[in-house]
């Protein structure tokens, strides 16, 4: 056991946190995503609720600050009435961790960026449209490292 991590993380998912380098990209995927035959590298949050997953990784994961959004969302399918309420929370989790902005990608598009990615996070979440992908950045000196 480690102090000051989120226990909801599992060590593999810390392993790929960790990983990561400057641009590297993650994402955060619904029960829904097609997540296995997406991802390059798969961590399997099954029973995880998005939204606590994203703060947990947002605790350790630093955004780029290099890049307008740091955060894609995937886009709600023209003519599907769905109301993503889930976008509300993460975009609120997100300006509680880092200052970034928020876009949107259409599905198809987000399922091609996603391949790209040094990995995916498939979750528990039911949630419609609760995708997002992450870029990580850098830890500024005196923001978590020792300097």
């Not at 598009?109 to 528990?124: D, K, L, N, S």
């Amino acid at each position: 056991m480690l102090k000051g991590i989120p226990a909801l993380l599992p060590p593999e998912l810390l392993k790929i946190l960790a990983e990561m380098g400057h641009g590297d990209e993650i994402v955060i995927a619904d029960a829904n995503f097609p997540a296995a035959s997406v991802a390059q590298r798969l961590v399997r949050c099954d029973g995880a609720p998005a939204c606590p997953l994203l703060e947990a990784v947002l605790t350790l994961l630093p955004l780029d600050q290099y890049t307008q959004c740091a955060a894609v969302l995937m886009d709600v399918v023209e003519g599907d009435d769905a109301v993503p309420v889930i976008w509300d929370d993460y975009q609120a989790i997100i300006a509680r961790q880092e200052e970034t902005n928020v876009e949107w990608m259409e599905r198809f598009a987000f399922y091609e960026r996603a391949r790209q990615a040094y990995a995916v996070v498939i979750t528990g979440e039911t949630a419609q449209y609760a995708n997002i992908i992450l870029k990580k950045g850098v830890i500024a000196p005196g923001k978590g490292l020792p300097e």
